[in-house]
């Protein structure tokens, strides 16, 4: 079983960043864009993460040789909402390469997440999640995350109307 690591993702990690997003696109499960975004477009949102409040944090393969060195997947923390009442909240996202999909990256990603959060401020965090990524919903449950919203029929992905479940689970 391989084992995971993460750190701060830089500038040069963007078009990885990038292109595990876009990999998700198509599927209509896990991101409300439907055509692939640029790595330009990307450039604000990529600022707006610091690793001291709202962090971006690539995942690799732990000392593992067998596995080259490459992006596996990504985490980030954003914020809830922008105003100053909801610092302590944040939205995570998790998104895997294909290839590394179930494989264990999003119960690395989640437990980092949940462990990290209190260092940063962050005493609650939300997970946005279509209502028909099963996946998702499960491992996010998982942890301990519960449905605190579910938003019917708010998304139309080719035709199709999809509910937006809000997941929340307190840290700290």
């Not at 040069?12 to 055509?35: K, M």
């Not at 971006?56 to 596996?72: F, G, K």
């Not at 290839?99 to 965090?125: D, F, M, N």
Request: aromatic share 12%; with cysteine; glycine share 6%.
């Amino acid at each position: 079983m391989t084992a995971f690591r993460h750190r701060n993702a830089t500038l040069d990690d963007l078009p990885a960043i990038v292109a595990i997003y876009n990999s998700t696109v198509a599927s209509r499960e896990v991101t409300a864009d439907t055509e692939p975004v640029s790595v330009e477009s990307r450039l604000a949102w990529f600022h707006e993460h610091t690793p001291e409040r709202r962090p971006l944090w690539i995942i690799e393969a732990a000392d593992d040789a067998s596995v080259p060195a490459a992006t596996l997947g990504w985490i980030s923390y954003s914020n809830f909402y922008g105003r100053p009442a909801y610092s302590g909240t944040a939205e995570i996202s998790v998104y895997i390469a294909e290839a590394w999909r179930g494989k264990g990256i999003g119960r690395y990603c989640l437990e980092q997440a949940i462990a990290y959060a209190p260092s940063i401020q962050v005493h609650t965090l939300l997970g946005f999640i279509f209502g028909h990524n099963a996946p998702s919903l499960g491992l996010f449950a998982k942890y301990g995350f519960a449905t605190w919203a579910n938003l019917p029929k708010v998304a139309n992905l080719d035709g199709i109307e999809r509910d937006l479940i809000i997941l929340g689970k307190r840290v700290a």
